[in-house]
């Protein structure tokens, strides 16, 4: 199994950037597609960016592209989303998720693994 810890979250001003990191461990990642989501309160966990096993394929949802980028480092077992621009609409709890097939999916119910989220509030 993989266990997964998110961190990097806080309490921001609208413009201001912050990064995500996903902590992976149990064992390597470097085979598995990766995801982040966010949800919010009364809503259903949405995708936010995904990247496919080797990187060459990325994702990003409409309400972020442009504003946030998903990487990962292999040697360190780590995803990161940066994000920049924040608006508060951002405003969620933001977990990262493995999908141990490897690909760039963009629906949450496919992928295995979850980390216990990371909160994001953006003020205005």
């Known amino acids: 199994q993989v266990q997964l810890v998110e961190s990097g979250g806080g309490l921001v001003q609208a413009g201001d950037s912050l990064r995500l990191s996903c902590a992976a461990s149990g064992r390597t990642v470097s085979s598995y597609g990766m995801g982040w989501f966010r949800q919010v309160p009364g809503k259903e966990r949405a995708f936010v960016a995904v990247m496919n096993w080797n990187g060459a394929v990325t994702k990003y949802a409409d309400s972020v592209k442009g504003r946030f980028t998903i990487s990962r480092d292999n040697a360190k077992n780590m995803v990161y989303l940066q994000m920049n621009s924040l608006k508060p609409e951002d405003t969620a709890v933001y977990y990262c998720?493995?999908?141990?097939?490897?690909?760039?999916?963009?629906?949450?119910?496919?992928?295995?693994?979850w980390g216990q989220g990371t909160q994001v509030t953006v003020s205005s």
């Open positions: 998720a493995v999908d141990k097939y490897g690909y760039s999916r963009t629906t949450w119910r496919e992928y295995e693994y």
